[in-house]
């Protein structure tokens, strides 16, 4: 048995195959993977890698014997992108060569609305100050490094928490009167300010209206002026306030609170990651009090010995057309943080923090009970595998256990052919909503020394009861990206060069906002002010950093990673676990029982009290094997990485010429309906989601088909064409959940004019979207045919949904489009889709953003082309009847892109390079 942690005491007592492979695969092939790949696109594969370094060369055999190995789930990845119809091959070969030393950033996202300019104040204060035309409000931000809830002395948990405190409660009546308090003050005047203490650092901010800034940051700046700290920490009437305020921050009740509690108890307690850090009215009044010590006296010798001017950067962002005025109002800052160089305190602050997770004699799996919220729902359970490194930040830049989270977001938590994502959807045993990512990977603790990679599962109750078969399936796919025979673990530099793109593309090319002062002030922290003030991409590395050694460094710390991740006596697991799962377990339902929640078998961690049972997820190296489900269920198989083609390995800069000087030859709407035409450039102007101003590499190509039969269906043609719609949108899925990583998205809406079919993407791969996509349109109807009779569940509802939100709807027309989508068969859906199709005569397509003329005229070539058996013929008699022209604003109507987790929060670890998806906690 693994003796207990010191926390618990018993109740009783109280995831490459490179991009020829699936572009030249067999398109006709519906069968699993055959060798129908040449010779040549093998050795080519043998090329590229015979160039990557160290234990990365691979033999032409062994090339050959890896792309036969892939099995079905390549066989899917060609079904799902096969060849399309007339493709231009130049694009094959070209689409990811961008101009030699560019990558798509030559012009520096929102340059032309942002001037900065660092400083360094007399007391060593590093400044960064920054004009934004576009700032709805002026916002500043000053971060302190070394200083944190690692800082905390053993007898005083929570010092650092209850210090930030202290400095925003600062109320300097005499200078400013009565609303001395900076907080009330900006409350005034449509401010606000807040404050966070992380592990290693402190950050102050507020945001105020423009006109105000020079007043809020002379308010601002006084916070930290060691007298006026001292004065504070002595007023016992704030104290106490304060102290009350940091212990009604604590939830020790929260499923997040407890979580934490329990991962720290399985860290060597001398660790200052194990000890608790947020502070109570226990530990910074009642024991202090009891022991005698000077709570005020700790607090001043607190911020003189951690708050160094040298250690500190201040940013403020705001539209002052002048930067030298925003200089001159942070001129009160050099008086306030001392450098402390000459009164003798040291700045040799400890900033390293090796420690590793406890071993025992079992694994570290846990149950973790969370009470039901409601009686009448199963909760969706969570199961968070955890994992320590030991990074080391000091000295040369390394690479940040951040940019790693990203890189195993996109291994571990990719979509597709071989995904562990695509092995639990199918099983029904992850959340398949839109709202939610059901598989991520974060970085909550990040150190020097002491990191927490935790790969965090929304289960359904299906995946709760084979949480077991989830770990091992976990286990298996961190395996197959190993090297056989060998503790390396290989992403090919042209997959991992593609998971560069997808980072800069959502990080930097296309964010709808800069970064806050916050998220420059931690930045600068990270990678340094000048770096940030240079406006150039810094958050990971890309294809240009030393002629690609960035990413084989990259490469070689998620090697190191993965093999820390692949040992099961390294993770720490933790399952949640609600009243009825843990009743269905006891049912004999799915893995081992749980006891009930009273029974002595559970035990209590003791800061938050939260209630764990240690179950054993792989208790034999037996049981890893036989619940591998790779290796005993079906032919699916968790694979290692596979070279997604709608993800670029480097983005191309945007075209230089301005659409509107294109030839002016194309026809207007009225022209263009009585045939497959492209609009005037110029004449539409379709809003694309919102990005920086500069020209970027993003683009939507929009083809309306045009009908008379959505304007005048029955009830029931339009049931079925609404299903038509849902079960296309599902048909896909694969192929858009691919393209999401890319920026790439689609959207069909029906309308009075027929169907309106829009795509989102980049110039380099939308072309090749636009094409599968519309392969998937012209097959569907087939599929449907050979489909079983009943259709998804979970498409009806979802159309039985939009039906009953629908308020134009009269309640009879409602009540027999409501009835025939229940009693619906998929070959009711598909002669609609069929009729339908036959309905349209002609086409009207525009484009927009960087796709040029001759490109849009060439794509639609294409579609047509594709399109031809599936739709109508137009006759002399038809186009002379032709009356329904749609308007500009029914073509450029902003559509709702699919899949709805295109969202770029919605993609695997772009949340943590996107600043809109909450990059840097607050």
């Known amino acids: ?60 055999d062994r090339t050959r014997r890896e792309l036969l190995s892939l099995g079905p789930a390549l066989g899917i990845a060609m079904s799902i992108l096969e060849q399309p119809l007339e493709a231009n091959a130049a694009e094959v070969i070209n689409r990811n060569a961008g101009t030699a030393g560019e990558d798509g950033s030559n012009v520096i996202p929102f340059s032309s609305v ?27 931000a000053l971060i302190v490094d070394g200083v944190g809830q690692f800082t905390d002395p053993d007898e005083l948990p929570g010092l650092a928490h209850l210090m930030e405190h202290m400095i925003l409660s600062y109320n300097n009546d005499s200078k400013f009167g009565k609303r001395g308090d900076l907080e009330d003050w900006l409350a005034d005047n449509g401010g606000t300010s807040n404050a966070f203490t992380a592990y290693q650092q402190t950050c102050f901010h507020f945001n105020c209206p423009h006109d105000t800034l020079s007043r809020a940051l002379e308010r601002f700046s006084s916070l930290f002026v060691e007298t006026n700290v001292i004065r504070v920490c002595n007023n016992a009437e704030i104290l106490a306030r304060e102290i009350r305020r940091v212990d009604s921050e604590l939830d020790l009740d929260s499923v997040y609170a407890q979580e934490e509690y329990v991962t720290k108890s399985f860290v060597n307690p001398e660790h200052p990651y194990s000890k608790f850090s947020r502070g109570n009215l226990a530990s910074l009044e009642t024991n202090p009090h009891q022991k005698g010590i000077d709570v005020p006296k700790r607090l001043v010798e607190f911020f003189q010995k951690h708050y160094v001017a040298s250690k500190s950067i201040l940013v403020v962002v705001s539209n002052q057309q002048e930067l030298s005025s925003i200089e001159r109002w942070v001129a009160p800052f050099s008086v306030t943080l001392k450098s402390r160089q000459n009164q ?167 964010p709808p906002r800069p970064p806050d ?96 049972y240690f179950q054993e997820m792989l208790p034999l190296k037996s049981r890893v094997e036989q619940t591998l489900l790779t290796k005993i269920i079906s032919k699916e198989e968790l694979l290692r990485p596979i070279y997604n083609p709608f993800v670029l390995t480097s983005l191309r800069p945007p075209r230089a010429s301005d659409r509107t000087e294109e030839p002016l030859d194309a026809p207007g709407v009225s022209d263009a309906v009585r045939k497959w035409d492209v609009l005037k450039p110029g004449l539409i102007r379709m809003a694309l989601p919102r990005s920086p101003p500069e020209a970027n590499c993003r683009c939507a190509f929009v083809l309306q088909l045009l009908s008379s039969r959505p304007a005048r269906a029955s009830a029931e043609q339009a049931a079925h064409a609404e299903l038509w719609r849902l079960t296309f949108d599902e048909t896909a899925k694969d192929l858009a959940e691919l393209g999401a990583p890319g920026g790439l998205a689609y959207e069909l809406k029906f309308n009075k004019y027929g169907l309106r079919i829009s795509f989102l993407g980049l110039s380099q791969t939308i072309p090749s979207y636009v094409r599968r996509l519309t392969q998937i349109l012209a097959k569907h109807q087939q599929n449907l045919l050979k489909s079983q009779k009943t259709l998804s569940q979970s498409i009806v509802s979802s159309a039985l949904a939009d039906a009953n939100r629908a308020r134009s709807l009269s309640p009879a027309r409602k009540y027999i489009i409501v009835n025939t989508l229940q009693k619906s068969t998929s070959y009711d859906v598909a002669l609609e889709g069929i009729a339908f199709l036959q309905s349209c005569t002609s086409a009207v397509c525009f484009s927009e953003g960087d796709l040029t003329l001759n490109e849009t005229e060439s794509l639609l070539k294409n579609v047509q082309t594709i399109l031809k058996d599936s739709i109508g ?38 949340s943590l390079m996107s600043d809109v998806c909450g990059r840097i906690p607050r």
């Open 114 to 140: 942002r001037k900065m300019k660092t400083n360094t104040l007399s007391n060593g204060l590093r400044v960064l100050v920054i004009n934004d035309k576009c700032a709805s409000q002026s916002t500043a």
């Open 873 to 910: 013929a137009i006759s002399i008699k038809d186009e002379q009847n032709i009356s329904t022209i749609p308007s500009v604003e029914d073509l450029i109507e902003t559509p709702n892109w699919k899949p709805r987790n295109a969202s770029p929060c919605c993609i695997p670890g772009v």
């Open 1 to 60: 048995m693994m003796m207990m942690p010191t926390r618990f005491h018993d109740l009783s007592k109280h995831n490459r195959c490179c991009r020829s492979t699936i572009i030249n695969s067999c398109s006709n092939s519906k069968k699993a993977f055959s060798p129908c790949l040449s010779t040549k696109i093998v050795e080519s594969d043998v090329a590229l890698y015979s160039k990557q370094d160290g234990h990365d060369d691979y033999t032409l």
């Open 517 to 612: 002062a916050i998220e420059l002030a931690v930045d600068s922290m990270r990678y340094g002010v000048d770096t940030v003030q240079s406006g150039r991409w810094y958050r990971f590395p890309s294809t240009e950093d030393f002629g690609g050694l960035g990413l084989n460094r990259m490469r070689t710390t998620l090697s190191s990673a993965l093999s820390i991740m692949s040992d099961p006596e390294e993770a720490l697991i933790i399952i949640t676990a609600g009243d009825k799962a843990i009743t269905m377990t006891q049912s004999g339902i799915g893995n081992d029982p749980i006891p009930p929640v009273l029974s002595s078998k559970w035990n209590r961690e003791n800061i938050s009290g939260a209630r764990v």
């Open 344 to 510: 003798g305190f040291s700045n040799a602050i400890p900033n390293y923090f090796p420690g590793q997770f406890l071993r025992g004699k079992r694994h570290k799996h846990l149950i973790l009970y969370q009470k039901d919220e409601s009686t009448s729902t199963v909760r969706n359970e969570k199961l968070i595998m955890q994992w320590v490194l030991n990074e080391d930040y000091r000295g040369v830049k390394k690479y940040n256990a951040v940019e790693l989270a990203f890189v195993l977001n996109q291994v571990l938590g990719r979509r597709g052919p071989g995904s562990l994502y695509l092995f639990l959807r199918k099983r029904g045993w992850i959340q398949n909503k839109s709202s939610t990512v059901p598989l991520q990977i974060k970085v909550p603790t990040n150190a020097s020394g002491f990191q927490i990679l935790r790969l965090e599962l929304s289960l359904t109750i299906e995946g709760f009861l084979n949480r077991s078969r989830i770990v091992a399936a976990v286990y298996d796919s961190i395996e197959s990206i190993r090297n056989p025979g060998t503790n390396f673990f290989v992403i090919p530099r042209e997959i991992m060069a593609s998971y560069a793109t997808t980072a800069k593309l959502f990080g930097y090319i296309l």
